[in-house]
């Protein structure tokens, strides 16, 4: 067997290995990736507008008024090393937890071609005007172009863009949609 055979044949097992674990988060969660869609929109939104406690204080107000059980909701979360809000939005992407789907690899609120225009924008604004640490030009783009403004703000920083300038340099459009 040469080694191309090898490799193809260790890429196919990771591959069913991926594929088995995102089915077994699909068959354990009680909610379904829509529905973590969702509970991250509002969660991010309010923890990028209200801060955040270092707990489910927001995915718990979610799950309580959509009706879903949160004890099954947080010991599923706990599973998966989310521990509180920020971290469900930091790192309870949907798409990493249970697969792909057609439009998305990763979370990401707006479509692709805004977020290239988003980014391609800030390539050309930051030199000019630099970056302050903070997303304000991001955020005026996003506002221009009616965007939703924080859980977009909170998905590119899940992605690495914590500012500004962090945006152009690390968010990878190839790696968030297909």
């Not at 204080?57 to 099954?72: D, I, M, S, V, Y």
């Not at 992407?93 to 979370?107: A, E, K, M, N, Q």
């Amino acid at each position: 067997m040469s080694n191309n055979d090898k490799k193809q044949r260790r890429e196919a097992a990771i591959k069913a290995e991926i594929a088995r674990r995102e089915k077994d988060r699909r068959d354990r969660s009680p909610i379904s990736r829509d529905d973590m869609l969702n509970l991250i929109g509002f969660v991010g939104e309010k923890v990028m507008v209200e801060g955040h406690s270092h707990d489910f204080t927001f995915t718990r107000e979610w799950l309580r008024k959509n009706r879903f059980n949160e004890e099954e909701a947080l010991k599923f979360f706990e599973g998966e090393n989310i521990t509180d809000d920020w971290s469900l939005c930091t790192e309870g992407d949907p798409y990493s937890l249970f697969g792909p789907s057609d439009t998305r690899l990763s979370w990401m609120p707006i479509d692709q071609p805004q977020l290239e225009k988003l980014i391609g924008w800030l390539d050309d604004e930051v030199p000019k005007k630099g970056c302050n640490h903070d997303h304000t030009l991001t955020e005026q783009w996003l506002q221009a172009n009616n965007c939703p403004v924080h859980p977009t703000l909170m998905a590119l920083l899940a992605h690495g863009g914590g500012c500004d300038c962090e945006v152009v340099l690390n968010i990878e459009p190839e790696g968030i949609y297909p």
